[in-house]
């Protein structure tokens, strides 16, 4: 595993370097790797689907082999249904290897009913977190699979359910952004008895176990972290999604999301609110 250089060293190499740039629809087989219970996860013959389950011994959890810096990440999940209070659900990029927390984070919170799924997203910068948003999806999250997605370039960070922006969090002059370390992308499943479902009220019915989760065609197009004395550059021409931001339509969608769907902002909460949600939600 790479030492990880200092930031400014990092943010030299990006600049200097050709860095190999990745299309692809990952195999679940070669790109990525168990995390903890590896006996809970299981991949289809053809590297496409990935499955997650979690009985009371232990949930379980998956990395991709790379690291990367700025990407757009696509992945399909079906939740665990049913009685999925306690669950946690997720779809994360961590900054494992760096020096600080970096952290995008997709967190799905079970509930006693499908339809009170809660999709909690949160970004990490230099170890500060607390930047949670809340929304319910206007779907049944346990009955197909949808597409949840990230994009993250140097401008800002958007979260995607089916295309659709639920989330921005753009740079700004007083606003921490994570674009000094590579992250590397997680699936898990695991046990948030003590706070996801109504504060922790509704704790994981063990009797209904196990619980499963499934994720499919995870496809990166993203910039490939080489490690120590290697580049973070990506080839040019640049990737669309390199100076992707939202367009007029994207707005409309992100305001339909946030007037019918959302629950909780850090950013209209008077007692969170921060410099940096000025800047969010300017167009
Ligand atoms: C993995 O898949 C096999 C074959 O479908 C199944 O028998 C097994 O129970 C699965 N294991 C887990 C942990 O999901
Ligand atoms: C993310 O990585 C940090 C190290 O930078 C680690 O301490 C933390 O536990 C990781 N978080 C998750 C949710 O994986």
């Not at 998956?62 to 399909?76: E, M, N, P, T, V």
């Not at 989330?167 to 921490?176: D, F, I, L, N, Q």
């Not at 367009?247 to 902002?265: C, H, M, S, T």
Request: aromatic share 14%; net charge neutral.
């Amino acid at each position: 595993m790479a030492i990880p250089l200092k930031p400014v060293v990092h943010l030299l190499l990006f600049l200097l370097f050709p860095l190999s740039f990745s299309v692809c629809m990952a195999n679940f087989h070669s790109d990525t790797g168990a995390l903890f219970c590896p006996h809970h996860m299981n991949v289809s013959s053809d590297g496409r689907q990935l499955s997650l389950l979690m009985d009371k011994s232990c949930g379980s959890g998956f990395q991709s082999k790379k690291a990367f810096i700025f990407g757009k990440f696509d992945i399909r999940m079906k939740l665990v249904p049913g009685m999925s209070a306690g669950t946690v659900t997720t779809f994360y990029l961590n900054s494992s290897l760096g020096k600080w927390h970096d952290e995008i984070d997709f967190e799905f919170l079970g509930h006693t009913d499908p339809s009170h799924y809660i999709l909690h997203t949160n970004v990490f910068v230099k170890n500060v977190g607390s930047r949670e948003q809340r929304i319910h999806l206007w779907f049944d999250p346990t009955a197909d699979f949808h597409t949840y997605s990230i994009l993250w370039n140097p401008h800002q960070i958007i979260f995607y359910v089916d295309q659709v922006p639920i989330r921005v969090y753009k740079t700004g002059a007083t606003v921490p952004f994570p674009k000094q370390q590579p992250m590397t992308l997680y699936g898990t499943i695991w046990d948030g008895s003590d706070w996801a479902t109504e504060g922790g009220a509704i704790k994981i019915d063990w009797s209904k176990a196990p619980f499963v989760t499934y994720y499919r065609d995870y496809s990166v197009n993203a910039c490939v972290w080489s490690g120590q004395g290697q580049s973070t550059k990506c080839t040019k021409p640049s990737p669309p999604w390199m100076s992707h931001t939202l367009d007029a339509g994207e707005w409309k969608k992100l305001e339909w999301v946030r007037k019918n769907y959302l629950i909780y902002d850090y950013c209209t909460d008077p007692s969170r609110t921060k410099p940096e949600c000025s800047v969010q939600l300017a167009t």
